[in-house]
């Protein structure tokens, strides 16, 4: 398990990054060309069977299924750019906002665009930092990025090692971005077992940041079970460098090897054991989180962000396989859970899978204070069949801001983009759509958008292959949505819309 650095140790990883700074320049000058990204959660690709591919092909040719790379949509989505994949040449991932710009993640990296015309969204700079997945967040002048693989050091210069190898490094790292086309690289913190995804909860002097990570099986030398809880990294904001682990909570406490988490298979066949968190998000204004985590959906308090509490624990042993993300209504008395069946790399949106596994599980929040408690209503799926060469499960969404209504736009790999409506909660149904065709007729192949977000009147997703795409949706139900303007927004740090921004027309 890794350990927080000792003075000495942290003067040497800094001094790392900070002698990769001059690389760093060099590549956002030159736009060099970005190494081969590390493995991640999703495959390169996989051949299907014949079969498989004869069925695919069938279903392009009777319509069934969009042809390779055609786009079919609802009349109310318009598509108004799309921006390519440049120097950074890995997988696309997360993405954050800030005033104009986007912050998109890249398992080489990051890339930031200028979007103050969503038509011609512009490249402001490319920073080449392998490591898988590179989630993103931005906080005032600071970026945060997450490193969930074995690299030879903390440097944006660092190379893949081995997960046998004991001393490598992995955990979060953090850029100073007061000059927006010159991002500076100025801190490091090692996690226990790297950083998979990050969750940032705000402070005015500081930000404290809620690393997920989780240990897949005991092959992973500095990553041992039990590992049933978060890392909380605390930031100050003038002192960047300061950074450094405050506590390890222990969200699953109890006995055996594994904590108190969902035991997984044999007892649960077909769910992951619970050994870490993929994902948290935070509701500041209701010191409120929910925690997608493997076998487990939790719900806790962050009143004290140093010391989260969790208020309850649910599990869904029939559906479920691995609790991914989750997303608050507004008034904070829902939350959707997402089931990212076979990690992103799976055909699973068909028939044979069927509407309730890699699916939303929307929950009602009952009760109050600690007496709150997470209750199934439904479960939601895009409901359209995608061929058995697209990766498809559901990903990474935003709320649509719009009063008295829930309202969310959701990524679902190569099955594309959804909005839909969960006002009642246990009744469901989509309202648009956009969706690609496949990457490959003949090969199942990642790809797919990633993340799809609302951001001050449109919608922007980061699609895994083939670049940055922009959507605006015109449809009576989502187009007071239009009138809130924000300022910043990372998904996973959920505001209140309402509050915060309030309608600005």
Not at 114 to 132: E, N, R, W, Y
Not at 183 to 189: D, G, M, N, T
Not at 323 to 349: I, M, P, R, Y
């Amino acid at each position: 398990m890794h350990t927080p650095h000792s003075p000495r140790s942290r003067k040497r990883r800094l001094g790392a990054a900070t002698a990769a700074a001059g690389l760093l320049a060099a590549l956002l000058a030159t736009g060099t060309a970005a190494a081969t990204p590390d493995p991640g959660d999703a495959p390169a690709g996989a051949p299907v069977s014949a079969a498989q591919a004869a069925e695919a092909r069938a279903a392009i040719e009777s319509g069934e299924i969009p042809g390779v790379d055609e786009i079919v949509k609802t009349d109310n989505i318009q598509h108004l750019a799309n921006v390519p994949k440049d120097a950074l040449k890995g997988l696309n991932t997360d993405l954050a906002f800030q005033g104009r710009y986007a912050f998109a993640g890249n398992y080489d990296g990051f890339r930031i665009f200028d979007i103050s015309d969503p038509k011609t969204p512009k490249t402001v700079a490319q920073v080449l930092c392998p490591g898988s997945q590179n989630d993103i967040s931005v906080s005032g002048d600071l970026l945060f990025l997450s490193t969930d693989s074995s690299r030879s050091d903390d440097s944006c210069a660092s190379t893949t090692q081995p997960a046998s190898v004991k001393e490598s490094w992995e955990g979060m790292k953090i850029f100073d971005i007061s000059d927006i086309a010159n991002p500076k690289y100025v801190a490091s913190v090692e996690t226990a077992c790297g950083s998979h995804t990050h969750t940032l909860l705000p402070q005015r002097k500081d930000v404290y940041v809620y690393v997920s990570s989780y240990s897949p099986n005991d092959a992973f030398p500095d990553c041992q079970r039990p590992h049933d809880g978060i890392s909380v990294i605390k930031v100050p904001r003038k002192a960047p460098e300061q950074a450094r682990v405050v506590n390890f909570p222990v969200l699953f406490p109890g006995e055996g090897p594994d904590g108190g988490g969902n035991p997984g298979a044999p007892t649960n066949p077909g769910v992951s054991k619970t050994t870490g968190c993929h994902d948290i998000t935070v509701l500041p204004g209701k010191d409120l989180a929910a925690g997608a985590c493997m076998g487990d959906g939790i719900l806790f308090d962050v009143s004290d962000p140093e010391h989260p509490r969790v208020i309850d624990q649910v599990q869904d042993n029939v559906n479920f396989a691995f609790w991914h993300s989750a997303t608050f209504n507004q008034k904070a008395n829902k939350v959707v859970f997402t089931d990212e069946l076979g990690g992103g790399g799976g055909a699973t949106c068909n028939a044979a899978v069927g509407p309730n596994r890699g699916a939303n599980g929307i929950y009602d929040i009952t009760g109050k204070g600690k007496n709150r408690k997470l209750v199934f209503r439904s479960y939601y799926k895009i409901p359209r069949h995608q061929a058995d060469t697209e990766n498809c499960v559901a990903h990474n969404g935003s709320l649509i801001p719009v009063k008295g209504k829930d309202l969310m736009v959701q990524s679902w790999y190569q099955g594309g983009v959804s909005i839909w409506d969960f006002t009642d909660s246990a009744h469901p149904k989509e309202i648009g759509y956009f969706d690609r065709g496949p990457l490959s007729a003949t090969t199942l192949s990642t790809a797919g958008t990633w993340s799809a977000y609302y951001y001050n009147g449109h919608i922007y997703s980061n699609e895994i292959a083939r670049g940055l795409d922009v959507l605006k949706i015109s449809d009576r139900r989502t187009d007071p949505a239009k009138r809130i303007r924000m300022d910043e927004l990372n998904v996973q740090t959920q505001p209140d819309y309402f509050e915060d921004f309030g309608d600005r027309d």
